[in-house]
């Protein structure tokens, strides 16, 4: 894995905008996303299907997967042990921690990226439920169809995924589609936009 | 049952797969009463089996929420097994959820589940089988509630990845360990992979314990066809391994995902095979869940979880303090302890309920074995069980009445027992006295069930200034005891008591000791010192080969005292200069030196506000004008915590706080680390935080509110789905006629949303927090 395409994504996620961070951050950066990656706690789970889903067969899904030909249900995580790092630094070094949850959100998103390879270039970007102001409660059939228990990630009664490191998605084979900020629910107020970035890409901002 | 251990035996094979051959595509518990003809015949088709399981995986109340009863689809399931004519095993897999700190399912509502199964079948089946396990701490669950609800045979098996692990990162060795303490009948992995990639794992279980060994390995790995999971292996290919497995010394054989009758009846040939195990050495180790630490050479028990003569740990253990233990814990865990001991043990609390909370928090954070020492046997039995490992417990002496409370919770949860060299009447003087006493306790633990290698004794250390000549007595019994091949512990600064230079004596008797045979020192951790007299008799007496370790930590130390074994700081760091640039820079190491020295010329007051608070300040603005980021807001807020703390023990009583937060996460939602950052910045203003935790249910945050009385309860909310249970929280608290001003925050809050369900202020972030509360909520 290539961290230095990851950085930015982390710094995002810190908060950082326009500034290029000290070289003490940077390389604290650089060791979490080591050691979180040497963990190799990485699942990634996934049931393609034909046929569409029912729960699929509405707003904005319906929208998204037109003209795909099949489509993948996946759940994937950087397992348990990435928690519960992220937790016992909260204890010992707060700074720490919020840099670990940063980099294992940006190293989860990259490590399934480019599991996603493997489904062809033809492919939409992972739409998890939540996007858009889609209902959560959308994971719920995603969990039922590809039973990611045997990747350690459950499911609780509010529909939160654990461990928190983990994304429960949709990708359309047959099509291209990127992340834009168009259907998102926070555009409007959005912390990002506001400083002329992204939550996602924001290599290519 | 018969001759199990002795002779191969053969289990059946996959289930949902041969489902899913018929084109089933529902919930296949319910399979037992709509399909029952074909459940029928896939049990039917397995009968050349010696087990048959029910088709009873998901059978519990946390898993199954359908349409038809639990007692109904149990009785079915046996039914439909029993066509077969064979012993009927009932399948128990996981629950589904997973189980806290990481989830919120608690050990006892898992125990419940598998109890209230158990309850239902024990009568009807010939024994229960506990599959497809990847956390052991669940699987303990499980075993313990079949263990007490029936009397039937339990065979229990686990999944392993590629790693050789479980998904929550237990070895075969600590599985085969902790289930093997727990007295299942056979333990072994099912699912998980193909044979081939299991072999390394039972090669690794055939060498971790005595106990029948059972294989149900998938059809190989999985390969995926338009959409359906289909396995591959050839039969020919399935069977050899079989045979390899029996010819290793596995008890019984099946199969899992993917395997058909066909595969089953072709492995049947092996049935009748005697089983050959190969002898080997029990050590002795204790263990958690993810690591475990044979008791060879020398390993340091830290001893800072004991109240006795630490007012704060005291304190802490009177007001539910666990937060503090936890830090303890964690700090003797950096320093370089192998084993924790924990004892909270005061007059005029319940040690059993303080017991079982500190084991639980204690364990979420720190994965060193404990050692559960205590003289209470509700107070070690409540520890021993929700341990997720197996403990030390600490201890027996040669008391028959003390052995004949404390051996019968060892033997059931297979933990090791310490012994001390004593009885009713004291500790004997001599040593051939103290080693006749050992001997006693390790034919008591025998009768007990309990063997060898799970006992270790401590031969009990006086003080020189009292009882000088008996300290040689204690190291001789040391080797004594040695001597009938168990291993030892003392606590070694006892020796020093009331005389002058209390180290200089410790770690001399500790080498004394330490070659004498001494296994595990009972010390403090963090001192310097102790540790490194350990680190140097391991390169004195050959165990640290090569002095690597020794050379590891000792290469850059040039002055020969004082030693110091603290881990290097991350990286070289510059120096900051005085108190208001260490905050600045959030240089957390440096706050307290310089907080002191910052005090030697200003009173207390004026380092809080013309210091610390102008650093926060100074570096709260350039984080709102995007000049500086989250990580340097923390490390400021950290390092200004310190030193606020510093300051506060030179602040009259009841001046030391600005005041009192509850904060919380709500019921629901277990995402914390908005929280927790609203904490430290917080804290670092010198406001006292009661944290509530994650998946706070109201009640608990009404009760905490009306009880502190605090300015403001803040609450975060991470999803759209837990928002509706913070609006209950805030109709809880305003229905209980608390007037505490409540604050919400969390991803998808806003102002608008703040004001619609009742709450009082929406703060952006940690900063804005403090100062809406500064503002308009401090007087």
């Known amino acids: 894995m290539n961290f230095s395409e990851i950085r930015p994504q982390v710094y995002t996620y810190l908060g950082y905008t326009s500034f290029v961070p000290d070289e003490e951050t940077d390389d604290r950066i650089l060791r979490a996303l080591t050691a979180l990656d040497a963990l190799e706690g990485f699942r990634y789970l996934y049931r393609a299907y034909t046929e569409m889903p029912a729960f699929l067969r509405k707003s904005p899904y319906e929208e998204f997967l037109r003209g795909c030909g099949s489509v993948v249900l996946c759940v994937t995580t950087l397992g348990a042990e990435a928690d519960k790092r992220i937790k016992l630094l909260a204890r010992t070094d707060m700074t720490e921690s919020v840099i670990w949850d940063a980099c294992a959100s940006a190293l989860l998103e990259a490590r399934a990226d480019a599991y996603e390879k493997n489904f062809g270039e033809d492919r939409t970007y992972r739409f998890c439920p939540g996007y858009g102001g889609t209902s959560v409660a959308d994971v719920r059939p995603i969990f039922e169809a590809v039973r990611p228990e045997r990747i350690g990630v459950t499911l609780d009664d509010s529909n939160y995924i654990l461990p928190s490191k983990s994304m429960a998605g949709i990708v359309g084979i047959g099509k291209r589609a990127e992340k834009t900020c168009g259907d998102c629910m926070l555009r409007e107020r959005c912390g990002y936009r506001k400083e002329g970035t992204r939550c996602y890409d924001s290599a290519k901002k | 049952m018969l001759r199990l251990g002795k002779e191969v035996k053969i289990f059946d094979g996959g289930m949902g797969s041969e489902f899913e051959r018929l084109g089933l595509d529902g919930n296949p518990m319910e399979y037992n009463i709509t399909h029952a003809k074909e459940v029928q015949a896939i049990h039917r088709a397995y009968a050349c089996a010696d087990y048959i399981t029910a088709n009873s995986f998901g059978l519990n109340r946390i898993k199954y929420k359908g349409a038809y009863g639990l007692r109904e689809l149990a009785m079915r399931a046996i039914e439909n097994a029993r066509v077969a004519g064979k012993e009927v095993f009932f399948d128990i897999g996981p629950t589904g959820a997973m189980l806290a700190p990481m989830g919120t399912l608690s050990f006892d509502e898992a125990y419940d589940a598998f109890a209230e199964i158990a309850e239902m079948t024990c009568e009807l089946v010939d024994g229960y089988i506990a599959e497809t396990f990847s956390d052991l701490y669940e699987l303990k669950a499980c075993v313990l509630a079949l263990r007490e609800h029936s009397n039937k045979p339990i065979f229990a098996t686990m999944t392993f990845d590629a790693s050789q692990r479980t998904l929550t990162g237990s070895t075969p060795e600590i599985a085969a360990a902790v289930l093997e303490g727990?007295?299942?009948?056979?333990?072994?992995?099912?699912?998980?992979?193909?044979?081939?990639?299991?072999?390394?794992?039972?090669?690794?279980?055939?060498?971790?314990?005595?106990?029948?060994?059972?294989?149900?390995?998938?059809?190989?790995?999985?390969?995926?066809?338009?959409?359906?999971?289909?396995?591959?292996?050839?039969?020919?290919?399935?069977?050899?391994?079989?045979?390899?497995?029996?010819?290793?010394?596995?008890?019984?054989?099946?199969?899992?995902?993917g395997t058909t009758p066909a595969f089953i009846e072709r492995i049947a040939a092996y049935r009748g095979m005697p089983v050959v195990r190969q002898n080997r050495e029990r050590t002795t180790m204790l263990c958690s869940s993810v690591r475990s630490v044979e008791i060879d050479g020398v390993r340091i028990c830290g001893e800072r979880l004991n109240p006795t003569g630490k007012p704060k740990l005291k304190e802490a253990i009177l007001a539910g303090d666990y937060d503090y233990m936890v830090d303890e814990a964690v700090r003797q865990q950096e320093a370089g302890a192998d084993i924790l001991d924990l004892n909270v043990g005061l007059p005029k609390t319940d040690e059993a309920v303080t017991m079982a909370q500190a084991v639980r928090k204690i364990q979420e954070y720190v994965d060193l074995p404990l050692s559960i020492d205590s003289s209470s046997a509700q107070a070690i039995e409540k520890g021993v069980r929700y341990y997720n490992g197996i403990p030390l417990i600490n201890s027996v002496n040669g008391e028959q009445e003390v052995m004949d409370r404390v051996f019968p919770i060892a033997r059931k949860y297979g933990a090791v027992v310490l012994g001390l060299t004593m009885d009713g009447n004291g500790v004997p003087k001599t040593a051939e006295d103290r080693l006749a006493i050992a001997e006693r306790i390790i034919a008591g633990a025998a009768r007990y069930g309990i063997p060898r290698h799970k006992v270790m004794i401590d031969t009990l250390v006086l003080t020189a200034s009292a009882e000088q000549q008996l300290v040689a007595e204690t190291v001789k019994a040391l080797a004594l005891v040695r001597g009938l091949g168990v291993k030892t512990a003392l606590g070694v600064s006892n020796v020093s008591f009331g005389l002058p230079n209390r180290p200089l004596l410790n770690r001399t008797f500790l080498a004394t000791a330490m070659a004498s045979g001494l296994n595990m020192p009972i010390m403090n951790p963090s001192d310097g010192e102790m540790v490194g007299t350990v680190k140097a008799y391991g390169v004195l007496s050959g165990m640290d080969a090569g002095a690597e370790t020794y050379i590891s930590l000792y290469r850059d130390t040039v002055a020969a005292n004082p030693v110091s074994v603290a881990p290097a700081a991350s990286g070289e760091r510059e120096k900051a200069e005085g108190l208001y640039d260490c905050v600045r820079k959030g240089r957390k190491d440096q706050a307290e030196g310089f907080a002191r020295e910052e005090l030697k010329t200003r009173a207390p007051l004026e380092v809080v506000n013309d210091v610390l608070v102008r650093a926060l300040t100074e570096v709260g603005d350039a984080y709102e004008q995007g000049k500086t980021f989250l990580p340097q807001l923390i490390s400021a807020a950290e390092a200004a915590k310190v030193a606020f703390a510093v300051v506060s023990e030179f602040l009259p009583k009841g001046k030391t706080s600005k005041g009192k937060v509850v904060l919380a996460t709500v019921k629901g939602d277990v995402h914390d680390i908005g929280k927790n950052i609203v904490k430290v910045v917080l804290e670092s203003y010198g406001f006292t935080v009661i944290d509530l935790g994650k998946d706070t249910p109201s009640q608990k945050i009404v009760e905490a509110c009306l009880a502190h009385k605090p300015l403001a309860v803040g609450l975060s909310a991470l999803m759209t789905t837990t928002v509706a249970s913070m609006e209950e929280t805030v109709s809880a608290l305003k229905q209980a006629g608390c007037k505490t001003p409540v604050f919400v925050g969390g991803a998808v809050l806003t102002a608008d949303l703040a004001k619609q369900i009742g709450a009082d202020r929406y703060t952006r972030d940690a900063l804005e927090f403090v100062k809406v509360l500064q503002a308009d909520y401090c007087k």
């Open chain 2, 182 to 257: 727990l007295g299942v009948d056979a333990l072994g992995v099912n699912c998980s992979l193909g044979p081939k990639e299991l072999l390394p794992v039972v090669e690794r279980l055939l060498a971790a314990t005595d106990l029948p060994i059972i294989v149900q390995p998938n059809c190989g790995l999985p390969v995926l066809e338009n959409g359906k999971t289909r396995y591959t292996l050839p039969l020919e290919e399935f069977d050899a391994y079989a045979r390899k497995f029996a010819e290793m010394g596995v008890s019984v054989l099946g199969g899992c995902c």
